[in-house]
DNA sequence: TATGAATGAGTCTTCATTCAT
DNA sequence: GATGAATGAAGACTCATTCAT
């Protein structure tokens, strides 16, 4: 018992140290560039090893996905969890918390909506993350404080918008950005207020 | 003549041929994928015949990325031009015409800005694609109809809001998106509206 | 352990072999016409083997050289080590030793001193080898045999001489030449005694 | 009849001109990297009128040999011609004139000596060249001046010798050499005196 | 369980040579 | 005679994956 229980450790050990490098290749070098070969070797282990663990390079690609997504999605519950006084705040606090995300974990961002191959199957997994986000807008949309009802459309809007800064954030370390801080900010801002009725609206954060 | 001036005509035809299926496969399969092999049996020639047109992979690749900032650069080429009574709108009006660029030429849109592989030396490439917007928003901030005088920062918080919606659009197409038109248009909307100043805000367009 | 070891020496062995065969073929086809292909078919191993080995063909083909000057270096260890009464008697002795080195082991004579294909960084290997050969003059030199006084002068007449002899006997063996044995005595006794005063020279050996 | 002329003679030319320019390339690049693109480019041709002038690369290699060889050959003519008082005076002179020639052509030296691929397979073209040297060693063997009495063997050893620093100044430039004139003359110095009867030595050139 | 040697299929690229014009 | 586009065959090298140990 106790040895089989030690074995198991060492095993799904194994799994974190070959998840955890094979990620930060995957992201540093590309799917493609991803080698096994160069994984066995920074991990100090055989590539046999590799396949004990993983059937191929895809799936090794797909685990490592998911658990992005479980990590975003873990990070993102709490997203229009509470119920406020002001919806619109808290809104803009989840969409900093999401930028600041992204920004934090580049790697589990870039999984989750950055790297295309290999071609995704299943259903969607953008969806149910989503649903933090959307419930968050709902509140403001029912709290009568945008100017449209369309949640969908809100939620969207919002969406694209924060995923924009934060893949560039991403993408373009070297272009010329403003300070960061200040431009999620701004771009937060002005999103949420442009939606916002006007009336509404006096500088929240 | 007629034989030389034949001759001509074919070796560009056969150029484009090349420049167009490349483009194809280089965006269905990504730059790593891209197979010389390939692309020279989708064309019906030998690989040999792709080298008396392009260097190598990455010249051919890069002469893509060029053709896509120069269509780019001549559909956006009326950026900020026209001095106009309503900076705003016209603001708005050309953040549309870029938004609609990108979604009828996603191929365009990824060479310029989405894809990642090979990387570029020479100076940035998005700089000056990015001065007409500049100028745009400058007039704006100029007008004193920005709550912001930061051109820069307000620049750069417009890009990030559409090349968010389009890099989406593009990259996305499988979520169950709201009507693309609408989603567009309230982005637009809301992010330059969230960047006026209220008193200047009254549905323009 | 057993199992290490076994497969340690087994590794050791096909590297031996490559060596080998590449070695022949470097010498056979010459650099460019050596083909890995080749190789790898002459050995009954795939192409991908031989990588495991060596980096690539650039790197198997230092490695021949390499051997082959240690190879040299070690039968030309005594070159002018021992003191002795006749220093023109010695330096002659080395020179039979060097030329019969040449024509014993065409292949690494021809990869020390006659393949021209790529250009070595580093410093040159020559030099090393040729210090031996300095030394042993030297003696003569100084012990006012010599006619000249300066010892590169005289290595350098000496060297050139002797690998004329040894380089055409390995490249035109089809050439109708007299007795091996007596040319390369006679280029040697020629040579040295050309050098040396002419009241030291009573046919020697 | 002027006309036909004219062609002969323009087509003379340019195989002319295909000569030179490929033995220059041949020379600097060597067999397998010469290259008939590269060559149709640098004369201003097509690859294609090369083979007008040549049925292939292997033949406008053995041409260039040829030509090589005939130079060589025309130069060395006169070696041993003239009937001498002095026949070792004469024959060091040719001997300075044949390093000299393979130092001031080293493209035609290394052709007719030095180049390996592809194969001859004909009658040796080495031969014939020798024959004035041959000539002119027997002179000094008849006249009783050198120790030896084997024809052969006194014009291989000297040979072997001279081809020893033409060969070595052509392909080692960059070892450092002792001033090219001196070391040439000691060679040659050096072998025939080496070679010849102590009492016929006394300083000659 | 872990190894690591070995492979086969594939990738980019080069080049002598041909042939329709 | 001259062109130059086109090709077929080859060569260096890579890498995911397998399998005997």
Partial sequence: ???????????????????DKARAIFVRDGYDQFNMRRLAAEIDYSPGTIYLHFANKAELFQCIVSESFAHLAQHLAKFGAESTRDPVAALKHSLRYYVDFGVRNPNDYR???MMERPP??????????FD??????RRCVE??????????????????????????QIQKPSFPWVPQKKLIAQVIDAVVDGLARDDDKKGNG
Avoid: C, Y
Wanted: proline share 3%; glycine share 6%; net charge positive.
């Fill in 143 to 168: 709290a009568g404080l945008f100017k449209t009802n369309d949640v969908d459309l809100a939620t969207q809007t919002i969406w694209a918008t924060i995923h924009g800064v934060t893949s560039l």
């Fill in 120 to 129: 995704e199957n299943g259903p969607s997994r953008i969806d149910p993350t």
């Fill in 111 to 113: 999984f989750a909506f």
């Fill in 1 to 19: 018992m106790s040895t089989q229980t030690r074995r198991e450790q060492e095993k799904e050990a194994l799994r974190s140290l070959i998840l």
């Fill in 132 to 137: 933090g986000l959307r419930r968050s807008v």
